[in-house]
């Protein structure tokens, strides 16, 4: 099912920037006086699709497994993540008879053919709203030593697909964002 209309744009368009006052850490810091660069970034948000499967699980609960595909752009439009592409295999649970939704996913965050950076979310919540953490657990190229993390927020249509497709359904497109906020990275 591919889902694609001017009004759902416009509302993701309206949740970024909703979700954009969610974050409150400072732009940046100033490196420390041995090798190490650590860096406070105020947000990074990403607009994407997910491809998947619903499955039964449960009576009343559907387990969702796919990825979540996308672009990485930072507030301020500088550093070296803004335009990463983003990659995330996720495994969302969804509970239709408490109205509740957890995740988890493992990322790559691909700023050039060398440059890499792993990660990996977990979150809960209400469908359409999940809250949580990220963490960074390494890298390649440049990033060899990032480690860090942060707020993760995302939204998404899974829920309504969930609602309106049932169990052992194949999500052939479905839009979202997410938002990590009062991101701190650490290099060495």
Excluded at 64 to 87: H, N, P, R, W
Aim: some cysteine; proline content about 3%; charged content about 20%.
């Amino acid at each position: 099912m591919k889902i694609t209309s001017m009004p759902l744009l416009a509302g993701m368009l309206a949740a970024t920037m909703t979700l954009s006052a969610w974050a409150e850490a400072p732009a940046a810091d100033a490196a420390p006086a041995d090798s190490t660069v650590q860096q406070v970034r105020d947000k990074f948000f990403s607009t994407w699709e997910a491809h998947g499967n619903f499955y039964a699980v449960e009576p009343q609960k559907l387990l969702f497994q796919g990825s979540f595909e996308g672009m990485m752009f930072t507030e301020d439009g500088g550093g070296l993540m803004d335009g990463a592409d983003i990659v995330c295999a996720v495994t969302q649970e969804f509970d239709l008879t408490s109205n509740a939704t957890q995740a988890v996913g493992k990322c790559s965050i691909d700023v050039s053919d060398e440059d890499t950076i792993y990660a990996r979310f977990d979150c809960e919540g209400q469908p359409g709203m999940c809250d949580g953490q990220f963490t960074i657990v390494g890298g390649t190229g440049v990033f060899e030593n990032i480690s860090g993390g942060g707020n993760y927020r995302s939204r998404t249509q899974l829920a309504e697909l969930a609602a309106k497709l049932g169990s052992n359904a194949v999500v052939g497109s479905a839009e979202g964002i997410a938002v990590w906020s009062s991101v701190k990275t650490c290099l060495k």
